[in-house]
Structures are given as C-alpha cells and as structure tokens.
C-alpha cells in the first residue's frame, strides 16, 4: 500500500462526497453466509459522528472528482480549480474492507463525477461492488450512486451488489435545473429511478412465490434536494418530494441546506449562512406526512407556501386548525392523537396502551415524556383542570413561545436585546 | 403476619432467576434480594442465602417468556443495568406480570412497568452504542482487539451481533471496568479474563502489540474524520450529544493529534 498517495486521494475525495447527506446505513436484511465477513444491521448503526453533528455509518467516498459537467451548485464542477483525484478499484476495496474489519463503518457509499459517460462511470462503480461481493465475500452495506443517463441493464447489475441506490435530483424544480445545471437532463435522472423502481416492485413480488429471487436492492432507493439554492418556497420542496416518494416509492428524500461553495451570480454568496433551520422544519414535515398521517396540502398550500420558522409545522397546522381541539386523550382515535402537537408516535404508542389500565391524567402523560407546554392547550384528560379560555391562536403561539427555549430561538426572534 | 426475608444471591442473572423461584415456590414474603457482598440487613426481617440452580432459572425465564417475548427482554436488560435496588423492582414487575392472564402488561402509567421499560432502553441504548463504538486495533498475533469501558453491562448482549458480522476473524473485546471480555475463536465466544498490563485507549504512543500497518489504517479513519465533517456546519453541543465525551477514550478519531 503506497500509504501516503492513498491518504492524499482520501483527503480530497472523501471531502468532495462529504455534501451527500444520506448515511443511512438502515433497511437492509443481507446476513452474513458462508463465514464471510459482516451483515447488514437492520436498524443500521452510526459508528461517529462528525463535528457538524452528523451520522457517520459508511465510507462515503468519490471513486473520483473528475466530472464533465458544470453544475453551478456542485463543488467538483468542470470549471472549479480544485485538485483531482482518481481511486482503482482495488484502493477501493482494500480500504473498505480494511476500515469494516476494525468496526470503523457499517459498508461504502460510492459515488463519483461523471468521467466521459455515464455508462463509463456506472461501470466502474459496478465494478467495485461486484469484487466487494464476490471476491471478498462482503456482506455488510453498500450504497451506490445511480449516475444520471446510466443504462438500464447497468442499473439492474447495480441493484443486484448494492442494498440501497440513489439519485439526487438536486434542484426540486425544472426550471432551477435549467437555470443551475444546464448540462443536464430532468429525465437523465428520472431513467435510472424508475428502472430501480420496477425491478424493486418485481422483485417484492417474485419474492413471494420463489424465496432464493436475487436480493434487489433490499434497502431501496432515496434521493436529495438542496434547499436555498434557486429561490424555490417550502411548498416546491414538499410537493416535488411527495411525487418522488408516491411515483418512485422512495424510501427517503434527504433535504440538504445550501452550503456556498462557488462564487456564482446564480447563487448565494460564498460565506452566507446555511439555511439548518429551514432544513430542519423540512424534515420535521416530511415526517408528519410519512408517520403521522398528514397530507402534504394540509400543510403548505397556496395561502402556506412556507412553513413557520418559529414554531415547528404540526403547532403551526394545529394554530390554523383549532376547530379539531381540544381532543380528549382518554377517548380519541390514534390519527387524531398524533396530530396533537407536544405528542410524538412513541408517546401516543404509550397513551393507547396505558389508557386501557385506567384513565390519564396530566402526571401520566408528563411521565409518558408528553411535552405539556405545546400540548396542554389542545387536550383534555382525566383532570379538572385544562385550560378553558378561549384563546385564539396568536394567543397561544405567545404563550408557547415565552415558556419554551428552542436552539434555533436567536435565528429569527425579533426582540432587542438590550445590550447590543 | 409472615416475617419478611431479605434474599441473598451471587450477583449472576441465572443466580437472581432462581431467588425469584424461591420467593414464588416457598411464598416467601421477600423484603428485599441483595447481590452477595452488597448486602444490608433490615431491621426486622431475616436472610436466606440462594444458591443459583440452572434448572429452576430456566423455568422462571420460561414462564417469563411464555407470558411475553417483550417482557424477558425487558428483564434482562434491567438486570444488566446494575442499577441499585432493580432486583426487588424486577420481583414486583414480575409478580404483576404472572397474575395477568395474557402478559399484555404494558400498563405506562403504573411506575415500576414504566421504569422497568425505561431501564431496559437505557441499556438497550448502551448496547447499541457500544455496537458503534468498539474499535479494534490488529495485534501482531492477529487478533481484532477492543477495550471498552460501558455504563452498562452489555458485554452478554453484544456477543452475538460480532459473532454474526466478524465471522471470519478473531476477536476480543474487553471490558475494562468489570475486568472480562469476549474472545471469538473462529468458532465460537468465550468469556475470558486478562491480566492486561495496559489498557489500549487512543494514545498517540505507539504500542508495539500492534502491527505499524495498524497505524497506518487509524490515519487514513483520522482523517477521513476531519474531512468528512463540513465547517460551515460545525455544532459541537449536538456532536458531543452523539458522541458523548466519555467514550472518547477508546475512539481512534478522536485521538488527539
């Protein structure tokens, strides 16, 4: 091993793929056969964390940063003056199996820019999984990057080495894709997905009647959007994920707030802060809409084109909605239940099951790990005391508000402080 | 009135399974079950030493388990959290558990269910972390080697998830605060006990039980560490939150350097 080369193209590729949020490492059944080495944990594992806070669980990596394209949000774009690098295969391999072996990740996440085509590229990628599997007997987790314009009988293969596959549309709308890449093509990213798709929904029902049908991408598809890039509101975002995950059944849309990384007209300015809590106010709906029932227009919609930065979008959509509340905890169903806001679906899990014993009241529920200071203002329970005034939603917002400490608080509050 | 007795067992789970046998079969009126050595005597009740039968533990995990799957989980788990006082909280949620008729206790708003469940996700969290968090490091005789330090006892529920993803190498994990470890043979686990002449956390003095190409590998992690991570992003507070400063000890990426 040619140590310090290595350590010179890790540095530069594994920092170029670092913009990449997906880590999941999660939904993957492959189990360990023939004394090989690893498995995938159902669950996943997060084996560190960076100091931005995120999961680390595989080794994300470029194969490499050469790319033909000049996609103005991209770091590794044609017209960046940054060094290149290139892995073999082989460098691949070694270091993937050598970090697994030491407990260091759960599998690789390879990606790469486009060198000549896209077949070209897929190919190689391909290539590193096929070894992975076949030569070293691996079975822990491998993500690979779809290539945008990569050919079916390639995505099929891909499938076949790899438990998760993605590709990132990046821009939520054509019009920004036009605008920001315009080397690319909407359906050069839609091709690959929807062949991923039919062989996943094949292979679910093969699986059925014969139990040895190839394994096809076990931990499914996802793809990810950048988030303050091309001016577009919440409601793009939302409505473009909830077509990707409905027409490509994908298993998550990951949401990734704009980090400048070029001096360019078309973007925001290197240096202008990351917008973290808009991202996070996206997540927080994409979870409404995937575990708690929401639809995605009871959210945004033309009147809501943004979700509320300062309180999180079920309190919002609860303040718009008061007519539902206050819902009695003891009797209503576990849709209505999850769209209290303070009541996440492991406490709602809790109230059905101990409402069945005897009948709630406050001190059970703040035990249960309810947060009462949302919740109190739209729920009855087993107490004489709730509240009985009849507020209107600016009202309670207020009260929320000054009760509650929120990290994003100094983000967007509006009050002066007094000594600066 | 029965006169309450205090139980005394050795401390092992098989040992506290069977002084829940005994309470059941003599109708003890149990004041309290002490691991040997940590015992103190209430003022009005007697002691009675148990003696651990692998027989009669196994037909209280049974019954546990015929009752529920969740629930002996649930037991275990507590068990290993070494928390003072969890055996008589374990007897009383075991005694609430055998008088249902479906074992479908899941009765949050009663204190000992709720904090047995709780306890039981703690460790359960422990366990997963340590799932995480182990880092071994290739000794000359090549063997994968860890030294961990849980909060928990968690070494038992851990075995299997290495066994099943390092089938092919051998391994040692040791944990450093209850001086035991799990060695994988190719073959099977054992448990063994080390006299260690020095505990291997993440110092920058090279130990010569290591191959240099281990170092070399603990670089490449190192750096793939930093440049992963995105500047305009950093948060400590919600690092340290993942990544708890106690367990950073043993954590090669966190090596000073």
Redesign the interface.
């Given at each position: 091993m040619d140590f310090d080369r290595i350590r010179e193209k890790l540095n530069i590729l594994a920092d170029a793929a670092k913009y990449d949020v997906s880590c999941a490492s999660s939904g993957s059944d492959r189990t360990n056969t023939n004394k090989g080495l690893g498995n995938a944990s159902h669950m996943g594992i997060c084996h560190s964390y960076t100091e931005d806070g995120r999961c680390i669980s595989l080794l994300k990596i470029l194969l490499t940063n050469h790319c033909i394209f000049d996609c103005a949000y991209c770091v590794t774009r044609k017209s960046n003056d940054v060094k290149r690098a290139a892995f073999k295969i082989q460098e691949v391999v070694d270091l993937t199996i050598n970090f697994y072996r030491r407990n260091y990740i759960e599998g690789l996440f390879l990606s790469s820019g486009i060198f000549k085509i896209a077949d070209y590229t897929m190919e190689r990628l391909v290539a590193v999984a096929k070894k992975l599997r076949e030569e070293e007997n691996f079975n822990g987790y491998i993500h690979l990057k779809s290539i945008p314009g990569a050919s079916d009988e390639l995505m099929y293969e891909a499938g076949l080495y790899a438990d998760h596959l993605s590709v990132n549309i990046e821009v939520p709308t054509i019009s920004g894709l036009k605008l920001l890449a315009p080397d690319k093509k909407h359906e050069d990213f839609t091709k690959p997905m929807l062949k991923v798709k039919n062989e996943i929904v094949r292979f679910q029902t093969e699986r059925k009647i014969i139990k040895s049908t190839p394994k096809y991408a076990p931990a499914g598809q996802s793809t990810q959007m950048i988030v303050g890039a091309s001016g577009e509101t919440d409601k793009d975002i939302m409505y473009s994920a909830t077509y990707y995950y409905k027409t490509y059944q994908m298993k998550r849309v990951y949401y990734s707030g704009y980090v400048p990384v070029a001096d360019d007209t078309r973007l925001p300015a290197i240096g202008s802060q990351v917008p973290m809590l808009r991202e996070n106010r996206l997540y927080q709906t994409d979870w409404l809409l995937r575990f708690y029932g929401f639809a995605v227009n009871e959210i945004l919609s033309k009147e809501h084109p943004n979700l509320d930065m300062d309180v999180d979008p079920k309190l919002s959509w609860a303040l718009r909605n008061l007519y539902h509340f206050p819902v009695d905890v003891n009797a209503a169903d576990k849709r209505l239940l999850a769209r209290i806001p303070g009541i996440g679906m492991q406490s709602v899990e809790k109230i059905i099951k101990a409402r069945k014993f005897r009948r709630l009241n406050w001190d059970h529920l703040k035990k249960i790990g309810v947060a009462l200071n949302r919740a109190q203002y739209f729920m009855v329970c087993d107490s004489r005391h709730w509240e009985r005034r009849d507020l209107d939603a600016e009202k309670i917002k207020g009260m929320i508000l000054q009760t509650s400490s929120g990290k994003f608080r100094n983000q967007y509050s509006n009050q002066l402080s007094l000594f600066n | 009135m029965n006169a309450s007795t205090t139980l005394i067992y050795d401390g092992s789970f098989n040992g506290f399974l069977t002084a829940v046998f005994v309470a059941f079969d003599e109708k003890i009126n149990v004041a309290d079950i002490q691991r040997n050595g940590q015992c103190q005597n209430g003022l009005f009740s007697d002691t009675e030493t148990i003696f651990t039968h692998v027989e009669k533990a196994k037909r209280v995990w049974n019954g546990i388990k015929g009752k529920s799957h969740n629930a002996i989980s649930n037991v275990y788990f507590a068990f290993l959290s070494e928390t003072e006082g969890v055996e008589m909280m374990l007897y009383t949620y075991i005694q609430k558990l055998m008088r249902t008729q479906t074992g479908k206790y899941?009765?949050?708003?009663?204190g000992t269910v709720?904090h047995i469940s709780q306890l039981a996700r703690k460790v359960g969290r422990e366990k997963?972390r340590m799932?995480?968090?182990?880092?071994?490091?290739?000794t000359k005789d090549n063997i994968?080697f860890?030294n961990i330090e849980p909060d928990f006892d968690v070494l038992p529920l851990i075995s299997k998830?290495f066994r099943?993803?390092?089938?092919?190498?051998q391994w040692l994990i040791y944990d450093v605060k209850r001086k035991y470890g799990i060695y994988y043979n190719l073959d099977h686990v054992e448990m063994v006990s080390l006299n260690l002449r020095e505990v291997h956390f993440n110092k920058i003095h090279k130990s010569d039980a290591f191959l240099s190409?281990e170092y070399?590998?603990q670089?490449?992690?190192n750096?793939?560490?930093k440049?992963?991570?995105?500047?305009?992003?950093?948060?400590?507070?919600?690092?340290t939150?993942?990544?708890p400063k106690r367990y950073w000890k043993y954590?090669s990426?966190k090596k000073a350097s």
């Open positions: - | 899941l009765d949050y708003s009663d709720l997963h799932e995480a968090f182990v880092r071994f490091q290739l994968y860890a998830h099943d993803r390092y089938a092919d190498q190409e070399d590998y670089t490449l992690w750096d793939y560490f440049s992963t991570g995105i500047k305009s992003r950093i948060n400590p507070k919600l690092h939150q993942h990544v954590l990426e």
